[in-house]
Each structure stands twice: as C-alpha cells, then as structure tokens.
Nanobody, 128 residues
Framework: QMQLVESGGGLVQAGGSLRLSCAAS????????MGWFRQAPGKEREFVVG????????DYADSVKGRFTISRDNAKNTVDLQMNSLKPEDTAVYYC?????????????????????WGQGTQVTVSS
C-alpha cells in the first residue's frame, strides 16, 4: 500500500511558476513509476507527465512540454513538478499518481487506468 500527499498548489498569474511536491509513504518508492495527472471542472482526468523508477525516462503531455519538469528523489520518497510559463488552461486539480511495484526500468504510464495509487489532489489556479 502506498499513500501519496501533494502540496504546493495555489493561485498564480499567467506566466508565473509553481512547484508541486508529492510525498510518498513506503519503503520501496524506487520500485514505483510516478507521475502527475490533472482534472479541470467538467473535464476528464488527463495525463500530464510520468517518470520511470530511476528517473531515467520521462513522458510529457504535448500541452506541457517545454514548460513543466518532473523530478524524483528516491532517497526522500518525493516527486516534484516544476511548472513554468503557466497558462489559464493549466488550471485544474493536480493529482500525484503511482504504479507498482515494478521491475521494468524504463516503463512510464500515460493513462489513468494504469495507475494504482492516487493522491488527494492539489488545486492550481492560473489567472489571466
């Protein structure tokens, strides 16, 4: 069982930056693929970014490429999402996600159905 707790959401003006953090419980964090999804009001939950067990492989949604950066610290059981050049359309509840344990080194998920564990979500609001 894994528990995920997000932090770092808030209100920011367009063009600004925010950094989200996800703290995970458990002793085998390095065996889990991690990522972030988001859900805007009235829309389905959508993939934002994923990162492999070691951090060697990442996958970004086209809408955030070049603006968002994911990183993980397996010693601290954390995964962060640096969000730059934020746009009003980035407004959503952001969810930390995990799948595992897995021994596939380069595997990264991109669909919500692949996720085993979810955080409670943190609100990000970008004003125009």
């Amino acid at each position: 069982q894994m528990q995920l707790v997000e932090s770092g959401g808030g209100l920011v003006q367009a063009g600004g930056s925010l950094r989200l953090s996800c703290a995970a419980s458990g002793r085998t964090f390095s065996s889990y693929v991690m990522g972030w999804f988001r859900q805007a009001p009235g829309k389905e939950r959508e993939f934002v970014v994923g990162i492999s067990r070691s951090g060697s492989n990442t996958d970004y949604a086209d809408s955030v490429k070049g603006r968002f950066t994911i990183s993980r610290d397996n010693a601290k059981n954390t995964v962060d999402l640096q969000m730059n050049s934020l746009k009003p359309e980035d407004t959503a509840v952001y969810y930390c996600a995990a799948k595992g344990p897995t021994w596939r080194n380069d595997y990264v998920f991109s669909r919500a159905v692949e996720v085993d564990y979810w955080g409670q979500g943190t609100q990000v609001t970008v004003s125009s």
